[in-house]
């Protein structure tokens, strides 16, 4: 429990970061496998900020694909907590192509949907 809590402390820095500099705006892939009306979030998550980062080239598309976080613990990806938060991020993002990280918008409204979770 306590490194799934570290894990949800840790994605919520890095949005917050990400709000406050736009330029190292670092997208967060959270996102669960099963037990969703959602179906699989996680791998969908994982999909649409891949998609996302097609966009770009060279260098910089290969940057923001290594930028995506990786979850390979299934017992946290399937976690309740993880399924709900993953949720937030695949029904909140919305690409920005010359980036190929989620926009500001979007992230913001990530944020705000997993701190909803808590209350």
């Known amino acids: 429990m306590r490194s799934m809590r570290k894990d949800l402390t840790a994605i919520a820095t890095r949005t917050r970061e990400q709000l406050v500099t736009p330029v190292c705006a670092v997208v967060f892939t ?6 969703s009306p959602h179906g699989d979030t996680y ?3 994982t999909e649409i900020e891949q998609q996302c980062c097609e966009h770009l080239g060279g260098g910089t598309r290969d940057k923001c694909l290594s930028d995506i976080v990786r979850v390979d613990d299934a017992k946290v990806r399937d976690h309740p907590a993880n399924q709900s938060t993953y949720r937030c991020v695949t029904d909140n993002f919305t690409c920005d192509g010359t980036t190929g990280h989620a926009t500001q918008a979007s992230a913001q409204a990530q944020l705000e949907c997993i701190q909803d979770l808590s209350d």
């Open 43 to 45: 791998a969908r998550g």
């Open 30 to 35: 959270i996102a669960a496998c099963g037990g």
